[in-house]
């Protein structure tokens, strides 16, 4: 299995320009998240999708959309991307069985954007 | 506020020198609390869910610990290869999927 795959892994925009982030996951799980990690930062939710055909907005969301394609892919787009949108983004999936279960989250290999 | 600290921001240790490593939170309606290994330039690594104070896991020379203000992570003669960037994480209890993150210590071990 090679578990989440992220592409591209690295990528660099001018100001103003859009891209689709791809992220895809052969685990068979429900559950599908984006995050940023900045310096200092931590790792910070941008959107998640808990089953396929619903989306949710995280911690820090201005600036992108998402959309759960299926089952095993889930996309990050920037619109028009800014210098603040300048770091590292990972996908992650877990299993998700309803509000009484938790379940550890599997993080991809991350893509590194620079905005200039 | 949900808060997540880590300490310290980073620890260099000798091959061998046991150490910990601190992760204090407050967050109300804990659900579990991760810990994750992270490499330069890979995404983080799943290592252990803690569920309740008192509780305990195990993985070759690290072992977890919860109580209800922090999480412990105990590398016990430490190698190069534990080398990295160690990653704490909340999640409440609530319906959201939501995990708050540390900003993370990071480790060298040193031959």
């Known amino acids: 299995n090679a578990g989440v795959t992220q592409t591209p892994k690295f990528q660099v925009l001018k100001t103003g320009q859009s891209m689709t982030l791809q992220c895809a996951q052969d685990?068979?799980?429900?559950?599908m998240y984006w995050y940023r990690q900045d310096p200092g930062m931590g790792l910070r939710l941008i959107y998640y999708?808990?089953?396929?055909?619903?989306?949710d907005k995280g911690e820090v969301p201005n600036g992108y959309n998402v959309s759960r394609l299926n089952k095993r892919e889930f996309s990050l787009r920037l619109e028009s991307a800014a210098p603040s949108q300048t770091s590292v983004y990972f996908c992650?999936?877990?299993?998700?069985?309803?509000?009484?279960?938790?379940?550890?989250?599997?993080f991809g290999p991350g893509t590194r954007l620079t905005v200039t | 506020e949900d808060q997540v600290t880590q300490s310290p921001e980073a620890l260099r240790l000798q091959e061998g020198e046991s150490s910990s490593l601190n992760c204090s939170y407050t967050?109300?309606?804990?659900?579990?609390l991760f810990w994750y290994r992270q490499d330069p330039g890979k995404g983080p690594e799943f290592l252990f869910t803690?569920?309740?104070a008192g509780e305990e896991k195990e993985k070759e020379r690290l072992k977890a610990t919860l109580t209800k203000k922090e999480s412990f992570l105990h590398i016990t003669a430490p190698k190069p290869e534990d080398s990295a960037t160690y990653l704490c994480?909340?999640?409440?209890?609530?319906?959201?999927?939501?995990?708050?993150f540390g900003s993370g210590t990071r480790l060298q071990v040193q031959p």
């Open positions: 992650a999936s877990s299993e998700y069985k309803g509000t009484s279960v938790i379940y550890e989250q599997y």
């Open positions: 685990m068979n799980h429900n559950s």
């Open positions: 994480a909340v999640q409440k209890d609530t319906g959201r999927r939501a995990l708050t």
């Open positions: 999708s808990a089953s396929e055909g619903t989306t």
């Open positions: 803690l569920y309740s």
């Open positions: 967050v109300s309606g804990l659900r579990g």
